[in-house]
């Protein structure tokens, strides 16, 4: 593509050089130059096509050119003088035609602050271009405030509430102005706890981070002057439905606790000032707009600066308002129900009950979603079931109760009620979300790629929610769905490249000038995606990993890679600077707020405190996990080019001489200190890393180093000792093996433990899978560093290979560390004794594989659902309470089945074909099948070793 825009470009210059005066030849050469994205070309032409027939849209095109050459090329701030120049002599001699040409001059405007010669311009018969008044106005307002003209800003924003009183922008903006842009603060002192809330912005949109100037008495006025206007918005009648004054109130009383709390100089959000006026203002909403659903996150942020006893106060009130509606129609009487549920988890209330009560709460939510469900036996099967919100609430409930008593039956059910919510309506994209995750944690990846499949990910929804399975993907066995998946990744960013120019000159042509520079500053983006090149980096190392049984064609794929050079260009310091993140992480649960942050994964020990169901990430926290992706996406493009020297490590003995190869141990050290690096380790700490974990004095958990990465960073550590090891003593090489095998020992014994989880308690005896990423880090460590080492050690056992063929006893690695009269033993018995070794790890990894697979589906289920039947069991009516446990949710959404004929025929019969069985017997294939994909991994590397051994 980009060779035919070249040659096109080509012979436009050239016929545009033949034929100056061609404007037709002008517009085909201006199409070229944005395929290639050449500004100032443009902007050059766009001059000569204006100066030609002296059009004002060839004009724009050339400022458009100037804009694009300051914000995403390498032009000077400077050159939008000479865009204002241009476009202050054409309003001089034949004035502005279309609104957008004035928009363009008001940016330009803007990005010099320039702000009174805009207010100006829009004074002037310029203004008129404007077809909607208020339009005008909020630009003259947005003005007003950057010149710090508060009070006509005021004024400007309060007259276009007089006519757009829905406008909650413009209310916010009117507040700024009323309080003189100033801005009320309330930090978190918690800043660098690992899930703490950011209230450092909590006062939303109160200024531009400035502290208020005003004396108290000032503010209060001010606000009080707010106050009596959103009244008379309030009372004022029209047919449309608005929420804006009201909320509006919410908002004034929310800035006068923070005004008293700045007096009160006091930094906390749950300061001395009272927060009773806030839970009453948002009491009062809730009566007028409870109704509907969007109630809960249009009071959202409004919720962190509520005392304890007010939260538990204002929940109070919900619940009293609910009754006083009789009137209403059940519907609304049920979203007002929501609407309280969702306001409870916000305000954290629902994670503080005892187990028992969250038992109890979770059935009663349950109970609350089948007694409704009949109001949605009408609605199409597009249309969302009425209460969907109500089995995420449950599903959260039972994932909080395994958190903390660690019951796996918890895990399942939380499952079982998702399952059962898509049972009643395939499309809920929430319930998709949960279980995809929940599936990833039980390593049942293929479920949870069917389900990902089901949401049809296409286009610009690929770089924000691809990051749900992706990562899971490239830890499984299921290959062919990992390169389907980054195959459509980078389809998609290369399709766009195409697009984004076609889309270009498709704004060019209609005038929509804003258009122009939003296509061109959103491809930027996407080139310098994370998604895009984790996509590339992941490809790469797949492909390596599907030819990992021959080093001839494991070589043919990295020359493909020019050696691994081609991927350490992209992971280059200045581009891994440049990315740009625009994954949507708000769409995960909350108990996995990142691809690499899982609290089910491990124990919730290792967290500051427990997280909140809807905690807010702070910026220091964004920060951390962005420089994990860049450590990350870094460490995976190292890898070909660390393979590819490690192959080479022993490529200077060839008939069993040893010469130092000095630049492949040079660049090795080089790389590899780069590789450790990612992961917080120096080169000189790495050797004492793994004899650390090798002797068992420091677990995986406590290093908190992938157990793959680690594994990596040993064989290639162990490639570099062959590379740069003096002649003819080879005796660190014999220690660096022994101590390479010694940590695959501890890794291994580390990672089997933790890959089965004993469910051991008062509801059963019995192993499962664990949650967590145990058993896929055994995937990945057999099919990446233990492919590696595959390869490597076929590779120097033939450059090693004896010239003589005389045999010679092969001695032990024990036996060559220990006998005092073999100091020297040959590098060859040291690879050898080490295939050995490494044989017989690998043999009792696929006897433990093995007794795993013994199990057969049916007795694995039944372990699965043993938890749950005390759940299910019939409570005797004279027992108050129940013993905590599994099933009772489940229980209580089960109970719908009994009466299906009142649903409708959809419902009903999606309820009658219901089984949890069936849930888990998926559960118990896709688990086993990656169990069975292992083991034949661990013996298809376990028959490459037999070939080797002597």
């Not at 990005?111 to 829009?122: F, H, S």
């Not at 499309?427 to 049942?444: E, G, W």
């Not at 990562?471 to 980078?490: F, G, I, N, R, Y």
């Not at 926290?621 to 022993?650: D, F, K, T, V």
Request: glycine fraction near 4%; aromatic fraction near 8%.
């Amino acid at each position: 593509m980009s060779c035919a825009v070249d040659q096109a470009t080509i012979c436009y210059e050239h016929a545009c050089g033949k034929n100056p005066n061609n404007l037709e030849l002008m517009l085909g050469l201006f199409n070229c130059y944005i395929r290639q994205y050449a500004y100032l070309k443009q902007q050059q032409t766009a001059m000569k096509m204006y100066k030609l027939v002296g059009e004002e849209r060839f004009l724009l095109w050339a400022i458009c050119s100037i804009q694009l050459q300051v914000c995403c090329g390498n032009g000077e701030k400077t050159l939008l003088q000479l865009a204002e120049a241009l476009m202050k002599k054409r309003i001089d001699s034949h004035g502005l035609q279309e609104l957008e040409a004035l928009l363009v001059y008001i940016s330009i405007l803007q990005q010099q602050e320039k702000y009174e010669v805009a207010l100006d311009a829009l004074s002037t018969k310029l203004g008129k271009l404007f077809s909607i008044t208020n339009d005008r106005l909020r630009l003259q307002g947005k003005l007003l405030l950057s010149l710090h003209q508060y009070k006509r800003a005021a004024e400007v924003f309060q007259e276009v509430l007089q006519t757009s009183s829905d406008d909650w922008a413009v209310f916010l903006q009117f507040l700024d102005a009323s309080l003189e842009g100033g801005c009320l603060e309330v930090s978190s002192s918690t800043e660098n706890d690992y899930h703490a809330q950011d209230t450092s912005d909590v006062g939303g949109h109160l200024g531009g981070g400035m502290k208020i100037h005003l004396s108290t008495e000032q503010a209060n006025e001010r606000l009080h002057k707010a106050d009596l206007f959103v009244h008379e918005l309030q009372q004022m009648k029209g047919q449309e439905l608005r929420r804006v004054p009201f909320l509006a109130s919410v908002e004034i009383a929310k800035r006068q606790l923070l005004l008293r709390c700045s007096k009160d100089k006091c930094h906390e959000p749950n300061c001395a000032a009272n927060s009773r006026e806030v839970a009453v203002s948002i009491a009062e909403y809730f009566r007028r707009f409870g109704h509907m659903l969007s109630c809960a996150s249009d009071v959202e942020d409004f919720l962190d600066l509520l005392k304890q006893q007010d939260r538990i106060w204002l929940v109070e009130q919900l619940h009293n308002a609910c009754g006083e509606y009789e009137d209403e129609n059940t519907l609304k009487k049920f979203r007002r129900k929501i609407v309280v549920h969702e306001l409870e988890v916000l305000l954290g209330l629902k994670a503080a009950l005892p187990d028992k009560g969250i038992i109890a709460e979770a059935v009663g939510i349950a109970k609350l979603y089948i007694g409704n469900l009949e109001l949605s036996k009408d609605l199409d099967p597009q249309e969302s079931v009425h209460g969907e919100e109500l089995l995420t609430f449950a599903t959260s409930l039972l994932i909080e109760l395994f958190l903390r008593t660690k019951q796996f039956g918890y895990l399942i059910e939380a499952i079982l009620v998702l399952e059962f919510g898509l049972s009643v309506r395939r499309h809920t994209f929430q319930y998709k979300i949960m279980l995809i995750n929940l599936y990833c944690t039980l390593s049942a990846v293929s479920i949870a790629f069917d389900l990902y499949k089901t949401l049809d990910i296409k286009n610009i929804l690929i770089e924000t929610l691809s990051h749900h399975i992706i990562p899971s993907l490239v830890k499984s066995t299921c290959w062919m769905e990992l390169d389907s998946v980054l195959k459509e990744a980078t389809k998609f960013y290369e399709d766009y490249q195409r697009e984004a120019a076609d889309l270009t000159i498709l704004a060019y042509r209609h005038c929509n000038y804003s258009k122009v520079l939003e296509f061109v500053q959103f491809k930027e983006r996407l080139q310098h995606s994370h998604n895009l090149l984790l996509a590339r980096a992941e490809d790469s190392i797949l492909k390596l990993k599907q030819k990992s049984e021959s080093p001839e064609d494991l070589e043919a794929v990295l020359a493909h890679m020019s050696y691994g050079n081609q991927s350490l260009e992209w992971s280059q310091d200045e581009k891994l600077i440049a990315l740009s993140f625009n994954e949507d992480l708000k769409t995960r649960p909350w108990w996995s707020p990142a691809p690499d942050e899982c609290l089910l994964a491990g124990e919730t020990s290792t967290f500051n405190r427990h997280p909140s169901w809807h905690c807010r990430v702070t910026t220091v926290h964004q920060i951390q996990r962005e420089e994990r992706c860049r450590s990350y996406i870094q460490r995976r493009c190292l890898l070909p080019r660390l393979i590819y020297l490690s192959m080479r490590a022993a490529s200077g003995c060839k008939g069993g001489s040893n010469v130092i190869i000095e630049p492949v141990a040079l660049e090795m050290e080089l790389r590899l200190q780069h590789f450790v690096a990612t992961f917080g380790c120096s080169w000189d700490q790495l050797e004492d890393l793994i004899s650390s974990v090798a002797s068992t004095n420091i677990s995986l958990k406590d290093v908190k180093v992938h157990a793959a990465d680690l594994m990596a960073s040993a064989v290639f550590w162990m490639a570099y000792q062959i590379a740069s090891a003096p002649n003819p003593s080879h005796s660190q090489i014999s220690r660096s093996f022994k101590l390479v095998n010694a940590l695959l020992k501890t890794i291994l014994s580390e990672l089997t433990r933790a890959t089965v989880f004993d469910c051991s308690d008062i509801l059963c005896s019995t192993k499962v899978i664990a949650p967590g990423s145990a058993l896929l880090s055994l995937v990945c460590l057999t099919t990446e560093p233990l492919a590696w080492l595959g390869i490597c050690l076929q590779v120097w056992l033939k450059c090693l290979q004896p010239v003589s063929k005389k045999k010679k006893k092969v001695m032990t690695m024990a036996e060559q560390l220990e006998d005092p009269t073999h100091e020297n033993p040959s590098l060859y018995d040291v690879v050898q004794n080490f295939v050995n070794l490494l044989s017989e790890q690998l043999e009792k990894l696929v006897s433990w594989l093995a007794a795993l697979l013994e199990n057969s589906e049916e007795s694995s289920i039944d372990r699965y659902l043993t938890p749950l039947n005390m759940g299910r069991e019939p409570q005797n009516d004279t027992v108050k309470d129940p013993i905590p446990s599994p099933g009772f949710v489940i229980c209580a959404l089960e109970s719908a089945m009994a009466k299906t004929d009142d649903l409708g025929p959809r419902i009903g019969q999606a309820l009658q074909t219901w089984q949890a069985k069936s849930v888990l017997k998926r559960l118990v294939s896709s688990q086993h099948t990656i169990l069975l994909a292992l083991k034949e991994s661990s013996l298809s590397r376990l028959k490459s070793l037999r070939t080797l051994r002597t």
